[in-house]
Each structure stands twice: as structure tokens, then as C-alpha cells.
């Protein structure tokens, strides 16, 4: 129903209502309002809660593997990478207890965690562009936004050829520091804990790659965390 302002009857009478409205009585009004939205938030918040557990299983990432089982299953080549401090000496133990513990085939990670031990390096690109940007702040250089994006860039492209060997990351490092003009000596500060950063990168750099041989197998309809029986020992 339209009277002839061609506004609403509904809409004038609520209108006037509300003019109509003590100011005690539009604070009530305004209150209730507001506890009502209130409500409605807190029970949107209890059934998001409540949820089926099949639909918080969507929510899982890339491989979809619940994250606190997956470091479940990997923590002892971890630990071998902590303690190596070598993608290539941890390779053996990585490539074992993916296929034993994850479920990834052989043909999978025979392919993908060599190919992630020599290229897939994200804990020591991490790592150079810190020190760079770190070494930068001590010695007092400014550097400019392009000259970060050049370290962000040498970095990445660095870390792909370093060897996965302890310290491999170390000669690069003074390249890419020579490269945006801090001085290469600096690197004598990193020295000194290089062992104990290398061993964290390390690990980093090993979860990366079996995150990605997990995806993989993932894409490839594989069943992940499935128990393979270890062979036989004679």
C-alpha cells in the first residue's frame, strides 16, 4: 500500500512511531535491538563450533592431513635433519618413513624428496634474506626498497643451488651481501651460530619437502597416512 508520497504506508507508520518515541522508550528499543544481535552472533558462534568433524576436515590445507599427526609422524626425520644438519644425509630416513609413516609411494617420493633436497631450500632462503637484512641494520645501511626486493630475489634463486651440506648456504650468503653492498666480513658475526641456524633451516627445509611429496601424492589419489608394514629383516 502506497499513500501519495510514493512511500510505503508500512514504512510512514514506523516512522512516526518512532518520532512518536520518548527517548526512554528508543533506548529500550535501541537496547533489545542490540541483545538480540547479540544472541544471534553467540549462536551463529555455538553452531559454527559445534560443526560436524567431516566439515572441519575440509579445512585442512594442501594435503589435508590433521598437522599435529603429520609432525607426529615425521618427528624422527626431524630430529635427523636437526641433527645432521644435511638435507642429503637425512634423505635416506626421509624417503623410509614417508613411504612407512605417510603412505607415500615409492615411485612419488623416489622422485620428489631427492628433487626437494637439492632445489627445495625455503628454510635457507629465509634465512639469507634475514641475515642480509640484519648484517644491513649493524653496519648502519639503508637499503631501499629495491635493493630488499633484489635480496628477496637472490635469495630464492641462491638457495637452489646450495649444496645440502652443513654451511653450504655460507659462500652464497657473501654473494648476495656484496650484491647490495654490506660488507662480506660481517658474515664473521654469523659464524659463530651458523651450526645452531643451520640445524633449524635444516629442518625446515626437509618438512617443506615432504609437505610437497604429500601433495603430490595427494593429487595422485594416494591414500595418505595409511601404516606400511616395514620389510622383513633377515
Known amino acids: 500500500r502506497v499513500d501519495g508520497t510514493g512511500v510505503p504506508g508500512e514504512t510512514m507508520t514506523k516512522a512516526t512511531e518512532l518520532r512518536e518515541m520518548s527517548d526512554e522508550q528508543l533506548e529500550l528499543t535501541l537496547k533489545e535491538a542490540a541483545e538480540g544481535l547479540f544472541k544471534l552472533r553467540m549462536q551463529a558462534q555455538t553452531e559454527r563450533l559445534d560443526a560436524p568433524s567431516e566439515l572441519r576436515k575440509n579445512r585442512r590445507l594442501i594435503s589435508r592431513i590433521n598437522p599435529l599427526e603429520f609432525f607426529r609422524k615425521i618427528r624422527l626425520i626431524m630430529i635427523t635433519a636437526f641433527s645432521t644438519s644435511s638435507s642429503n644425509a637425512t634423505l635416506p630416513t626421509t624417503m623410509r618413513i614417508s613411504e612407512e609413516n605417510l603412505g607415500i609411494k615409492k615411485e612419488i617420493s623416489g622422485f620428489v624428496l631427492p628433487l626437494g633436497a637439492t632445489m627445495n631450500m625455503n628454510g635457507t632462503s629465509l634465512f639469507e634474506g634475514a641475515t642480509v637484512l640484519f648484517l644491513a641494520q649493524v653496519f648502519g645501511i639503508e637499503l631501499s626498497l629495491s635493493?630488499?626486493?633484489?635480496?628477496?630475489?637472490?635469495?630464492?634463486?641462491?638457495?637452489?643451488?646450495?649444496?645440502?651440506?652443513?654451511?653450504g648456504s655460507i659462500p652464497l650468503l657473501m654473494m648476495v651481501l656484496r650484491l647490495v653492498g654490506v660488507p662480506m666480513e660481517g658474515i664473521a658475526i654469523i659464524l659463530g651460530v651458523d651450526r645452531i641456524l643451520d640445524m633449524c633451516r635444516t629442518v625446515l627445509n626437509v618438512t617443506g619437502d615432504i609437505t610437497i611429496a604429500t601433495y603430490v601424492a595427494r593429487s595422485e589419489g594416494a591414500e595418505l597416512l595409511r601404516e606400511v608394514p616395514a620389510p622383513a629383516r633377515v
Not at 628477496?152 to 649444496?163: E, K, R
Request: glycine content about 14%; hydrophobic content about 65%; proline content about 5%.
Open 147 to 167: 635493493a630488499q626486493l633484489i635480496v628477496v630475489l637472490m635469495s630464492v634463486i641462491t638457495a637452489i643451488g646450495v649444496a645440502g651440506i652443513p654451511g
